[in-house]
Structure formats: C-alpha cells, structure tokens
C-alpha cells in the first residue's frame, strides 16, 4: 500500500511541477498578447493590468496601416520560406552523401566539417561581408540567404538518420538498374520524411528569427525582415508599450502555428533521429 502511495505523492509532486514550469514559460507569451490589445499608455501604469480594460486593435491597425509592418511580414515569410527550401536541398543531399555514398576521403571530411562547429557564426560574419560586398551582394535578399544554404548541424542531423536506411534496399535498387538520382529521389526522401519536417523548422525557425544577419546586409528599409523592423521601430516608439508588444505578436503567432501544426512530425524526427543515431 505504502509504495503505491509513495509512487502517487511522486507523481503528483512531479505534475505540479511541470505545470509550475508551464506557467512561468506561458506567463510572459500570455502577457504580451494582453499588452497588445490595451490602449496607449495603459500598459505604463502601476500596477500593471494584466488584462486590458477595453480591448482593442488599434495597436494593429497603427502597425499595418502607418507602419508598413505587413510588408516586413511578407519579407521575413518569403525570406525564411526560400531558406528552408534551399536549406533542404543541400544538407539533405549532403547528409546522404555522408552516410551511404563512399568516395575518398568521406570520414576525415565530415570530421572536419564538425570541427567547425566550434567557430562561432560571428567570427565568419565580416569575412562573408567582405565577399558578399566584392560581388554585389549587400543589401540584396541573395545575401540574406547565403549562411543558410548549408547548416552543419543539418547535415549532421540528415547523416545521423541516413545511417539508418538499410544499405540492402539500396544495394537492390542499384541491381534493378536505378540510378543515384532515382534511388535518392524515390526511396531515400520517403525514408527521410520525418527528419525532413524537423530540419524545415529548424531551418525556418532559424531564418524568421534571425536578427544580426539581416540586420547587417540589408540596409534599405523596404528590405527589412520583421525582427530588423521591430528593432527599428524600438527606437523611435519604444515607449509605446503597446503597439511593440503587437508587433512581438506578428513575430511570434506565424512560427508558433507552424510549429503547433508540425509537432507531430517534429517529435517523431527526433525520437526516431536519436535511437538511430
């Protein structure tokens, strides 16, 4: 009786918790969805409400309508759309390459790669200036794109999960007369469809919140990506609580729904990726 007891207190202990831990990440998102529909200035009082008195979208209306904020929206949307896909293409090309291609030298290569994992992405970020800028480069969307188009970690990841696609199947489709392209295409991509899904969010994740690049290679406002333009707007409105927190909500609501509609597929990328891996 008494380890059953013990192993319900456990439980229960266990549970509050976790909806502890829920509620102090939730409290801060809820918050600023709250702030968003308060009228100017009310925010700024004290106590802080944390419901509005009389909603409203005003501060929505103000960002779209005198703001230009639907066209950074549509800016970061193509932005980090056309990231993922070229994302997608190479490091899912190259992890497979990786994992069941052989060529000379594939192991010390793919050593060398994750050794530089341990160069922090702002040490590159003048270098690659420099070159983008002796090209013509700067302050085109082309530039914005270039870091993403291979992510180590992609590759890692897309390797890991390939390594798990049992050489006999593609041994046997090599026998039938396929080619590396149709095995790839036909056999490979279905294997790979739950690990594809997780590296898409993280790609697209990783290109709708970037802020340092964008902000770094663009330079006209028409071009500004959504965390630029909020920055922007920071320093001219920074006191008007409100309307920031309406445009933290544009910035959060699209990769949230995202992330929401996937997460089944995302969980079953990264459980399965680290059995296999």
């Known amino acids: 009786m008494k380890p059953v007891f013990a192993r319900s207190v456990k439980g229960g202990l266990i549970n509050a918790l976790l909806l502890c831990g829920a509620a102090l990440i939730l409290f801060p998102l809820v918050w600023m969805l709250s702030v968003s529909f308060m009228a100017p200035g009310e925010a700024s009082s004290f106590p802080p409400p944390f419901l509005p008195a009389h909603p409203t979208f005003a501060n929505y209306r103000e960002l779209f309508d005198h703001h230009d904020i ?3 929206l549509l800016n970061s949307m ?3 759309t056309a990231a993922t896909l070229i994302s997608l293409t190479f490091n899912v090309a190259a992890g497979y390459a990786f994992a ?3 060529f000379s030298g594939r192991d010390r290569i793919f050593k060398l790669i994750l050794g530089v994992l341990v160069i922090p992405g702002q040490v590159t970020m003048l270098p690659l200036f420099l070159m983008l800028k002796s090209v013509g480069l700067v302050n085109t969307y082309v530039g914005v794109l270039v870091p993403s188009m291979v992510s180590i970690f992609g590759i890692f990841l897309v390797r890991q999960y390939a390594l798990g696609v049992p050489d006999v199947l593609l041994d046997a489709a090599r026998i039938d007369g396929a ?3 149709r095995i790839f295409r036909s056999i490979v991509l279905p294997l790979l469809a739950p ?3 997780t590296l898409a969010i993280f790609s697209f994740l990783a290109s ?7 902000l770094i290679v663009l330079a006209g406002n028409e071009h500004y990506t959504l965390p ?3 920055a922007s707007f920071a320093r001219e409105h920074g006191h008007d609580n409100e309307m920031m927190m309406a445009g933290s909500v544009l910035t959060v609501v699209p990769v949230l729904l995202i992330f929401i509609g996937l997460q089944r597929y995302y969980m079953r990328g990264m459980l399965i990726g680290s059995v296999k891996g």
């Open 179 to 181: 080619g590396e392209f």
């Open 70 to 72: 639907g066209l950074y």
């Open 195 to 197: 690990i594809l899904v």
């Open 228 to 230: 630029v333009a909020l």
């Open 100 to 102: 069941k291609l052989r």
């Open 208 to 214: 709708w919140n970037d802020f340092m690049w964008p």
């Open 78 to 80: 193509l932005l980090a």
